[in-house]
């Protein structure tokens, strides 16, 4: 059975860091490519960042330069290292990975950055 586990989100102040970590299991976890979305109050859902089984990243325009994605296949983890965090980057944050033809989403861990 396919599955993510997202976590490590939690209350930070703007300008602070968080590291968020998405363990995987049931799958080739080296071959596939991974995904960080997130989806704030109201808003649809956004893809933040991704990297690819070769570890080539993609990042959204609103958090280049401040959030880092990186993989560790020996973990069958993906994180996120996220810096200089905005009141706007509250949302709930999730993992996925495509197997095709079927999409896998954790369940999300919470954001949440004070002003």
């Known amino acids: 059975e396919v599955q993510l586990q997202a976590s490590g989100g939690g209350l930070v102040q703007t300008g602070g860091s968080l590291r968020l970590s998405c363990a995987t299991s049931?799958?080739?976890?080296?071959?596939?490519?991974i995904g960080w979305f997130r989806q704030a109050p109201g808003k649809e859902r956004e893809e933040v960042a991704s990297?690819?089984?070769?570890?080539?990243?993609n990042y959204a325009d609103s958090v280049k330069g401040r959030f880092t994605i990186s993989r560790d296949n020996a973990k069958n983890t993906v994180y996120l290292q996220m810096n200089s965090l905005k009141p706007e980057d509250t949302a709930v944050y999730y993992c996925?990975?495509?197997?095709?033809?079927?999409?896998?989403w954790g369940q999300g861990t919470l954001v949440t950055v004070s002003s």
């Open positions: 996925v990975t495509m197997i095709w033809p079927d999409e896998y």
């Open positions: 990297i690819t089984s070769t570890g080539s990243t």
């Open positions: 049931g799958f080739a976890f080296d071959d596939y490519a």
